[in-house]
């Protein structure tokens, strides 16, 4: 995902494709999903362990910090502050919060089943 991300951040904006009406949307959601998934790779290397959820969060959002650097050496591009408060931020938070909801409550619900049964 580090790669992914660093790919997309290398292209000088001229390369950048439009998406015409929803352009802003289209890109600010490409940051939200990259760095959701990012944040879950972190913490399947984590093990997915309840606890260190908040590690990989923090080690997507410091990816994003560096990531904003580096698109201040891409010609037409420059780093945002917004887009790793917001976008990349939100996108790990949220990415694991709904990825925690659906991985856990599962486990929970076989837990009850299996102490229910015997």
């Excluded at 362990?49 to 201040?72: C, I, M, N, P, S």
Aim: charged share 20%; aromatic share 16%; glycine share 10%.
């Amino acid at each position: 995902m580090m790669l992914v991300i660093f790919a997309f951040s290398s292209r000088p904006s001229n390369d950048l494709p439009d998406f015409g009406s929803i352009d802003s949307i289209a890109k600010k959601g490409g940051h939200m999903l990259g760095y959701a998934l990012l944040s879950l790779a972190y913490w399947r290397g984590l093990e997915f362990k309840r606890g260190k959820a908040w590690l990989a969060w923090a080690f997507a959002v410091l990816y994003a910090v560096t990531d904003e650097l580096h698109q201040g050496f891409v010609r037409g591009r420059h780093p945002s502050l917004w887009d790793v408060l917001i976008f990349d931020n939100f996108g790990a938070a949220i990415g694991l919060f709904v990825f925690a909801i659906l991985k856990f409550r599962r486990l929970d619900k076989f837990s009850f089943d299996k102490d229910e049964s015997g």
